[in-house]
Structure formats: C-alpha cells, structure tokens
C-alpha cells in the first residue's frame, strides 16, 4: 500500500515542478502567429497547386497577410469568391480577377498533320522533345504525349485519343499553370475566358515559312497577315510568321475566323451561326 | 593489350564494310550545307542569295571562339539560305547551293603527292585549323582549333590518337587509315609540332589487325609515334576512356583531358589536318560508311558537305524494305533520323539502316537492382539511380551524383535486362542540370 501512494506521490510532485517549468519556458518563446494566417488557410482550396506563384496555400495566405493591398495576389483556383474572403478577413480592398483559363494552341490531329515517323521512346514530352522534333513535319507542334495531362492536378486535361491532342475541360481547369510549364514547345496558354467564356485565338504555335508548313500540317498559321488587315481593333500582332491574338483588345468580332485560310484562327463556345432562310 | 578499366561493354561489331574501298559519291543537284554545330555557336553566313561559289569557298563564319567556319562544298550559285531539317529533326539555318560543275578554289593542291615537310610555325597551323573549318571528325564535332589552346598555365604533354572506332557498323576510319596511312601519320607529326609534344599515340582497337600493321610499319618512318593494339571493349573511342587506356590516366570529373596532359585527336581528323596544312583544303568533304544487314552494297563513302543522305543511300543500293529505322552514326551513339532529306554534316560518320524487326524497342520491366549498368558504366556512375532521379525532378541530387560525367554511351541501356530506356532518363535529366548550372554560372 505504501508503495503504491509513494509512487503516485512522486509523480504529482515530478509533474507539479515540470508543468511550472513548461509554462515560464513557452511564455520565453512564444511565437506570436497572426491568427488571420489560419483563417486565411480555412478559406483557400487547400490545393497547394502552386498557381499563386507561392509554394502552398499557406505562403500565399502569409503573401496575403503581409502584402500592403491584395493587387497583385489571385488565387485561381478559389477566383473571385475566395479572394472575397481573404480581402475581409484582412479587412482589406478585394481586387478584380480576370478569370483565365488554359488553351491548346495546336490543332494538328492526326488527319490534318500525318505522321513522318514513329517514336518508341519513353512516353513522355519532355524526353522526345530533347531528342528530336516529333513524329509529324512539324517541329513546333504537339508531341502528343501527356505531360500535360500527367501535370494537371484537377483532372481538367486529357489527351483525346482519337485526335491525339489535349483537351481542356473549362469547368474544371483553374488556370493554375502547371500545365503552360510542363509543356516543352510551350504550346498551352492562359487566355483570358471571355464574356460567356467565349474565346478566339490562333490555334498554332508554328514559326516556320509557309512553303515549309503546308507540306508538313493543314491547319497551320502560315503567317499569310490576312488576319492583322481584317482587325479594325488593332489586337493582332505578326511575328516570326504567327499571328497572335491579344485577348485584352480582341472583341470578339469573329472577323479574322472568316478570312483565316487555313482555319488556324478558332472560336470557342460560340453559338452556331444561323443559317440565313 | 590495354584497355579502359572501368566499366564498358562488347557488343557484336557487325562491320560488314570493313575492306571496302572508299568510293567517291556522286555530287547532288543541289548541296544543303548546314549552319549550325552539335556543339558551339551556329556560323554566321558570309554570301548572299545568287552568289557565285567556288569549292572550298568559305560560306560561313565562325560566330565565337567555340564554333567553326564553314565551306563550300560544290561551285555553283547560292539559291538561298534557309531552314533545314537536321540529325536532329529540327530545321537549322542552312545554305542551298544550286551546283554547277566542279571548280575549285585554285589555292587548293588536287595532287595525290603526299607532303612530309611542314614549314609552317605552331601558330600558323592553328591559325590554318580554325580558318579552314576543322571540328572533330568523331561525331561531337568539336572545334580541334579549341582543344589545341590549352587554357593559361597547361600544358599538353601527349598526343593521341583515335583510330578505336568502337561503334559497331561503323567503317569509316578503319578504311581511312589503310589508304591514307601515311597522310594521318603526317597529320600526327603536324599537330606535334603544333601544341609542342614530343610522343603520340595512336589507339587502335584489336579488330583492325590489317590497319595496326600498315600503320606499325608506316610510324617506323616518323619520330616519336607509336602506335598502340587496345582490346576491343566499347566505349573505348570515348576521349575519357582512351586516355585511360592508353596511358593509364584517368581525366578528373568536371575537367578536361588537358588536365592530365592529353590531347585526344580523332583520325579523321587528323587527315583533314593534313588535307587542310599540306594541301591547303578545307574541310568540305568525309567519308561516311552506308551500312545494314540487309543493304546490298555496305561501302565508305566520300562525300561533299551538304548531299542529301537519300543519294548516297541511293548509290550502296537503296533503302531495303525491311527497314524500320535509319540511324545518322552509329548503332549506340547515333541518332534515328525522320527524313533521309538529311544532308551530310561534318559529324555523320555514318547511316545505319537497321531492319523493323530489331529496331523495335523491347517492353520495359520494372528495375530487378542487378546493377548491371553500373558495372557497364564507363564513367563510373550509377545508372539506374540517375533514371529514378530524373523521373522524380530531383536535379540537386542529381547533380551530386555527377550526373555531367555522363558521355551518353548508352552502356547503360544496353546491358540492363528489364529493357529500361535508362539513357533517355538520364540524358534528359543532364540537359536540365546543364542548365541549371549554366544559369548559377552567369549569375556570378
């Protein structure tokens, strides 16, 4: 019996002295976190994709916390509801996004852009692409094998395996651009997604001159300008025999899709043209 | 008989081309001369669109210290400059030469005399090098100019020689040095004199018997040269391995071969040293061996700068039907091409055109940990860890693990039994450390 009440006597004594000493060494070094850093967290999506340019939800939410106004910081996937959030909890202004959303700029499938070769390497883009130009003429163009999709983390992009090219599914795709890196011909982009999601953007990537182009893919920009002269709002651009699009002048007017004669120029999300009666 | 001691492989050598004669190849309609270099700056072009050339014209310059001056290969009118599909399968600025006859630059000595006597000092000869557009003839093609000019306080001690050809298939220097024995001697003497050396090397690997007796008997003429039997093990014409086989040197990870006193010279390379100091010729033309197994006419060929591959195929007979890839160089170093509108370049030592039926990858199984390829490893790395490294992005730890040693022999993939493409892992992860370094460099 005696040992029993001396042991547990020797305890409270050992636990009374250590919890004193535990109190005075946390109050030495205690870490004073800004409790809007969790609550921050609490509203972010918790991805951790990176698509912040921060290396998780909590750097951007640390970003958010010490920025002077919140300009500059988007979260992509959460948009404009959670940077809402964020801007009052901070108490701060909550900025303007534009939603954007990732486009293939590549429409060579495998009718319009026949194959020359056959690759049996490792099935990945990033190895053919430092081995050669791919199995088509072209050497700007898709390879067709999935970084991107193996890249993305919302199950937002797969290889189509009829045409061989990436397709974007928009409801899904937070612009988080995991894919625009993993990409070694650098064909994906984030475009802004356009009143009602409507998009118009050329469809290609390829720098090559035209007689070498129309040998190799049918639905290249051959850099031909028809495009630049038909734009009355000055938003195409020529460089290195491609057209580009600038989706803050664009709008929308479908004009350049016309005249385009390799049909490089596409339309999203349009509505079907009626035909006239 | 000597050899490397670290690692290497001996696959089967298949050199059904051995023996035969150098043949000249016919010269094209039209010449594509390349621009751009495996290594180094592209050279920038010096003529315009309509120009008239002779052969051996100089058409474009050097653009920096590490590149080369290119040539004329053919006399004609220049009809553009352009884009052109490479080894590599991308298109590089290159110069389209309509040709017109063959007129040569009148400076150039078309006798078949051979010069022993050199006059020249050791400036002027590497002056006349990097004037005359010299690379290394082994397939890196680098600039011999480069290798020439120690960096301050080396000094080059040896010379050796390559006259290994380890690659399977490959023919062409065999046959270079049974009928231009004597002018590749004379190179030796001349690229002696210039880096001031006293002793050269000549490797040649043991398969060549008739080569290494017309040469042992050829540098009983010449002071200085010896000429060195290795045993046959691949990669042994890797610069690295042959220093180490031939004078039991092993070249620090991260340096040059300078660092231990060498300088390591193909003998391609050393005839067109030669062609270029005694005869005043650039280099314009090489010798490329057509080969397969089920090509009917295997032969060496001297071809112009800038033919189109399909020709010379043309000439050795064709492309077989059964053919499933077409390889530029040789079966373990080269590259598979995807048009024979390839040209001829100043690195293809060779096109290799190899039946479907073998060409076909085998299904890869999971890594067994037999270590194999770290026993193959010539650079004493280990290979399947770099793979697994690579396909994780870990490129710090991959750069810890001397993932720049790495020659790309492809030692690796060959002897691994699970069939894995360790290589293509692997040189995918080095171009990523490259840069990665290359950036931290320009940084300071």
Request: with cysteine.
């Amino acid at each position: 019996m005696n040992t029993i009440i001396f042991s547990i006597l020797t305890l409270l004594v050992i636990s009374g002295i250590s919890s004193v000493i535990l109190f005075f060494i946390s109050r030495k070094f205690q870490v004073f976190e800004d409790q809007n850093i969790q609550e921050i967290e609490s509203v972010l999506p918790a991805a951790n994709c990176g698509g912040c340019g921060y290396p998780s939800c909590h750097g951007f939410a640390l970003a958010c916390v010490n920025a002077e106004n919140l300009e500059n910081l988007v979260c992509t996937v959460g948009g404009q509801p959670t940077m809402k959030k964020v801007a009052h909890i901070l108490g701060k202004d909550s900025n303007i996004i534009h939603p954007t959303v990732a486009v293939i700029r590549c429409g060579g499938n495998c009718y319009l852009r026949p194959l020359i070769n056959q690759y049996d390497g490792v099935g990945s883009c990033v190895i053919a692409h430092n081995l050669y130009g791919g199995e088509t003429g072209c050497a700007w163009g898709c390879l067709g094998l999935g970084d991107c999709e193996v890249s993305c983390k919302f199950d937002a992009l797969h290889i189509n395996p009829e045409t061989r090219l990436p397709e974007i599914d928009e409801e899904k795709c937070t612009s988080c651009n995991a894919c625009v890196i993993a990409c070694p011909k650098l064909i994906i982009e984030l475009r802004n997604k356009g009143l009602k999601s409507r998009r118009i953007f050329v469809n290609c990537v390829n720098k090559d001159k035209d007689e070498e182009i129309q040998s190799s893919c049918n639905v290249a920009c051959i850099g031909c300008g028809k495009c630049m002269e038909e734009c009355a709002f000055d938003a195409i651009s020529m460089a290195n025999n491609l057209a580009y699009i600038d989706s803050n002048k664009c709008t929308l007017c479908r004009k350049c899709v016309a005249v385009c004669p390799t049909h490089a120029i596409l339309e999203i999300n349009f509505p079907t043209k009626r035909v006239k009666e | 008989m000597k050899t490397f001691k670290m690692g290497g492989i001996h696959p089967k050598e298949y050199k059904f081309s051995a023996g035969i004669q150098i043949q000249t190849a016919s010269i094209p309609q039209q010449a594509i001369i390349p621009l751009g270099h495996y290594l180094g700056g592209p050279s920038l072009p010096v003529v315009q669109k309509g120009d008239k050339v002779k052969v051996g014209q100089m058409i474009g310059q050097a653009s920096g210290f590490v590149s080369a001056n290119v040539h004329a290969s053919v006399s004609g009118v220049v009809n553009r400059i352009d884009v052109h599909l490479d080894a590599s399968g991308y298109k590089v600025p290159s110069v389209f030469i309509d040709v017109h006859g063959d007129e040569w630059l009148e400076t150039i000595d078309k006798s078949a005399e051979i010069k022993r006597e050199c006059t020249l000092s050791s400036a002027e000869i590497i002056k006349r090098i990097s004037d005359y557009g010299i690379v290394g003839l082994g397939g890196a093609t680098f600039p011999t100019h480069v290798k020439l000019l120690p960096p301050p306080g080396k000094k080059a001690t040896i010379l050796i020689v390559n006259g290994v050809e380890c690659e399977p298939y490959l023919t062409c220097d065999h046959q270079l040095m049974i009928e231009k024995g004597e002018e590749i001697l004379v190179g030796v003497t001349i690229l002696m004199k210039a880096i001031d050396v006293k002793r050269a090397i000549v490797g040649i690997e043991n398969n060549k018997k008739d080569a290494i007796s017309l040469m042992q008997k050829l540098a009983k003429t010449f002071v200085g040269i010896e000429i060195l039997p290795l045993q046959v093990q691949y990669p042994q014409g890797g610069e690295k391995q042959l220093i180490d086989a031939a004078i039991g040197r092993q070249v620090p990870t991260g340096t040059l071969p300078i660092e231990v006193g060498a300088v390591v010279q193909n003998v391609a390379t050393l005839f067109a040293v030669y062609e270029a100091v005694q005869k005043n010729k650039p280099l314009f033309e090489r010798i490329v061996t057509i080969t397969g197994k089920s090509l009917k006419n295997h032969g060496n060929f001297l071809a112009r700068l800038g033919t189109p591959l399909a020709n010379i195929v043309e000439q050795a007979g064709g492309v077989p039907e059964d053919t499933g890839k077409i390889v530029a160089g040789g079966p373990m170093m080269g590259r598979a091409l995807s048009s024979l509108e390839v040209t001829v370049a100043k690195g293809t030592s060779g096109v290799l055109l190899i039946p479907a039926l073998e060409a076909a990858r085998k299904n890869m199984q999971n890594c067994i940990r037999c270590t194999k390829c770290v026993v193959a490893c010539p650079m004493g790395l280990e290979p399947f860890l770099l793979m697994s490294q690579s396909e994780r992005s870990m490129w710090t730890e991959m750069e810890n693990e001397r993932v720049m040693d790495c020659i790309e022999c492809g030692c690796c993939s060959f002897a691994c039994p699970s069939n894995r493409p360790l290589l293509d892992h692997i040189r995918y992860g080095k171009s990523i450390v490259g840069k990665i370094i290359r950036t931290r460099q320009a940084k300071k």
